[in-house]
């Protein structure tokens, strides 16, 4: 047969809808981009540490960070608790990450999307919530049991339309479910069942408590360690039962927490320990000079527990970790050499790494 553009578009059409896919590999629209992200080696720390360092690369998610699993479960709970349907509102309260998937996935599946969001955030993750279609409101930085806390302005916001949930990702356990049914059944399998310890700084507490109580269920040897940046709660509660702050204000995002949520309640942690600023922005910069990866301060954060962790345990063990979200979403902040120096965390950064900042 002669090809010609008619006929060879009928091969192919023909060949095309007789192929059979498969159904594995194939993830269907973005919902189904939620999950199932690469586990990665990192290199160079696990060859100092001679441990397995290995981190899911949550930035591969369709909204691109770890909070897509949590976003996607929130919303699938409203839908069979009734809360919301077809063309409804969601509300949520959220330092971003949360509010990107949901406004991500309320494209993907008809909804419309209001945030609440305290106004210390950085713009670029504003900017991008008001690109996706979601109405966003920044309100002061408020403590939780302040009403104009944003999570209360989302509450109430909610509670005033017709049609609407406040999915309400810190205290809703479908956030921590989501971990038990995705990221730590994929920890479980692609370790093989060799993971000795996992390792999260923890903003709702859904990653650390749904991972923990998933493989702790697997393995009750293996350990679960809470990793805290500065200015929060939970490193004190944890290690001295008091609900405290640690000193100082930290640059990293979406984690840190002044109280004991919902997610985290009950969740089976063995240690705990504070990362300070200094850490975990160096190791921001480690991470993509030495391996390539851009990412941002609660992944530097997330990767020196790691670090810390496999120097305590020793040779031969394998510890897990996220990488939260890419550097994009705090490009101008965390990257820029102006606010590092504000913070005094410029003279701190070893000289090689100031190539990476503007
Ligand atoms: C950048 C980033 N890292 C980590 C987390 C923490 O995840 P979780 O809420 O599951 O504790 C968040 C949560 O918002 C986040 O935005």
Redesign the pocket.
Known sequence: MVLTWRNCALVLTSSFSRRNYSQELIRNGLVGMVGRTPLVRLNKLSQETKCEILAKAEMCNGGG???DR?AYFLIQDALKKGQLKPGGTVVEGT????GIGLAHMCLAMGFKCVIFMPNNQSQEKIDLLRTLGATVTTVPVCPWDDPNNYNHHARRYAESLENAVWTNQFDNRANRQAHIETTGPEIWTETLGKVNAVVF????????SGVGTFLKEKNPKIQVVLADPQGSVLYNYFKHGKLERTPGDSIT???GQGRLTENLKGAPIDDAFPVFDVDAVNMTFQLLHEEGLFV?A?TGLNVFAAYKLAKQMGPGHTIVTCL??TGHRYYAKLYKKEVLQSRGLLDTMPQVYHRYLH
Not at 95 to 98: E, I, L, S, V, W
Request: a negative charge; glycine letters at 30%; one cysteine or more.
């Open positions: 960070s770890v909070k949590a330092a971003g990450n949360t700084g923890t903003g709702t507490g859904g990653t650390l995002e979406g984690i941002g609660s939260c979200d």
